[in-house]
């Protein structure tokens, strides 16, 4: 097993990602730690210990989702992004709160099912190759042709095919029909269960249908190295581990969990509030939701939830859902430096990325210093007299900044366009003073 992160090592890594909200991110890497220290505690006592739940505070795109998104790749984890306010009491519209166990315990089939693939990987493209080599070189009829004979040419197609002269060549193969009817049944809560299981039975009852098709080579390699993948995986073994990746180091990011904070008596929609909140109780306390795939049990999954708290607190939480996320963690809107710091550090830096989608058609964008100190400058500003949306700003200044630049791009191959602050603030200068920026907000 590969040797878990120690939480310097995760606040490292997160660096190189987000920048800034030092407090959030030794919150997170200290529970992910935790879920480390928990598995080497012997039996009795680890069930005993239940996870930090974490309530991240703090405006939009200050990195929140961000956060939580890195961390849950850094474990290798299965991981569900979701917004509390798409929950509703049963019997209201809406989906009912299991089924955010239900998705995450699809995705960690999904995840097991991928890597048990990688595994088999190798065996499956060998055996792929026998079945398309078959298919290319049909056993001829009796005593047309020696044993040796048909061995010396399937060698010669094998060479062939691994040099790729076999390319252009069509193969007629047969594949599963997975066409099926699609049936919806409705019920109270749980319709997307049901509706699945009902296809499957359906689908175990009625036989396979098999159709022909015509397909060039590698492409019928590849479908065949599929169909044998699969029956070289141990699907058992994969719901199994599954589970068990769910149960132990699923994390769940409950977003605008302060939209379900309110909690004044009133009438309308506000009735449902606190009905989602008792609604997401027991999954946050630890119960068990029945799955497709079998119980899942929902005691040591990781709930980090997120909000802006603009109008309602934390403390607007029913006290019962308060106490499950014992740890609080405000997070820092972001200034100019820091929003100069999101242009250029990170891996996946804005700036980067628009420099590489200019370079497929040949144009090099050069920004200067004074170029990116003059758009976190002006993000900055907008943000303050208007709706204070953090980095998400950078996104909609650095559209409108290179709008000309893209659309004329195919025809200045080969050109190399140098960004400077004077640039910036002729490209940008309507934007900026126009009275009416509303109509420029996303």
């Given at each position: ?192 269960e049901v509706d699945i299981n009902i296809r499957e039975m359906f689908g175990n009852l009625f036989p396979k249908k098999k159709k022909k098709r015509k397909v060039k080579v590698p492409e019928a390699l590849q479908i065949l190295s599929q169909e044998e993948a699969q029956k070289l995986i141990d699907m058992d073994n994969v719901i199994k581990q ?201």
């Amino acid at each position: 097993m590969k040797q878990p992160l120690t939480p310097r090592e995760i606040v490292s890594e997160l660096d190189k990602y987000i920048i800034g909200q030092k407090d959030a991110k030794r919150s997170v890497a200290i529970a992910l730690r935790n879920r480390w220290r928990r598995q080497q505690i012997p039996e009795p006592l680890r069930d005993e210990i239940a996870p930090k739940n974490i309530i991240m505070i703090g405006p939009t795109g200050v990195g929140k989702t961000e956060i939580a998104r890195r961390l849950a790749k850094l474990a290798q984890a299965p991981f569900l992004k979701i917004e509390a306010s798409k929950f509703t009491e049963v019997g209201y519209v809406g989906r009912d709160v299991e089924s955010m166990i239900r998705d995450l315990t699809d995705l960690a089939v999904n995840m097991v099912k991928a890597e048990e693939s990688q595994k088999v990987r190798r065996k499956a493209e060998e055996i792929a190759e026998e079945r398309l080599l078959d298919l290319l070189l049909p056993a001829g009829g009796r005593g047309q042709k020696s044993t040796e004979e048909q061995r010396n040419t399937r060698d010669k197609l094998r060479k062939m095919l691994h040099a790729g002269k076999l390319d252009e060549k069509y193969v007629e193969i047969e594949v599963t029909d997975r066409s099926l009817p699609i049936v919806e049944v409705l019920t109270a809560s749980g319709m997307e269960e049901v509706d699945i299981n009902i296809r499957e039975m359906f689908g175990n009852l009625f036989p396979k249908k098999k159709k022909k098709r015509k397909v060039k080579v590698p492409e019928a390699l590849q479908i065949l190295s599929q169909e044998e993948a699969q029956k070289l995986i141990d699907m058992d073994n994969v719901i199994k581990q599954a589970i068990e990746r769910v149960e132990q180091s699923g994390i769940i990011f409950l977003d605008e969990i302060d939209k379900i904070a309110g909690r004044e008596k009133s009438f309308g929609p506000d009735v449902s509030r606190e009905g989602v909140q008792r609604d997401l109780l027991p999954i946050v306390e630890g119960t068990t939701v029945t799955t497709k795939y079998g119980m899942v049990r929902t005691d040591h999954i990781l709930f980090i939830a997120a909000g802006a708290f603009h109008v309602s607190k934390p403390s607007d939480l029913i006290p019962e859902l308060q106490g499950r996320f014992p740890i609080r963690v405000e997070l820092e809107p972001l200034g100019k430096e820091e929003l100069v710091r999101i242009l250029t550090e990170p891996e996946n830096a804005l700036i980067k990325q628009y420099t590489a989608l200019m370079e497929t058609e040949s144009v090099k964008l050069e920004f200067k210093e004074d170029a990116i100190h003059e758009i976190a400058e002006m993000a900055a500003m907008i943000n303050e007299r208007t709706e204070n949306i953090g980095a998400r700003r950078l996104y909609t200044i650095m559209e409108k900044l290179l709008d000309e630049i893209s659309f004329d791009a195919p025809d200045m191959s080969g050109k190399t366009m140098v960004i400077d602050a004077k640039y910036v603030r002729e490209k940008l200068k309507d934007f900026v003073e126009d009275e009416d920026l509303s109509r420029y907000i996303l």
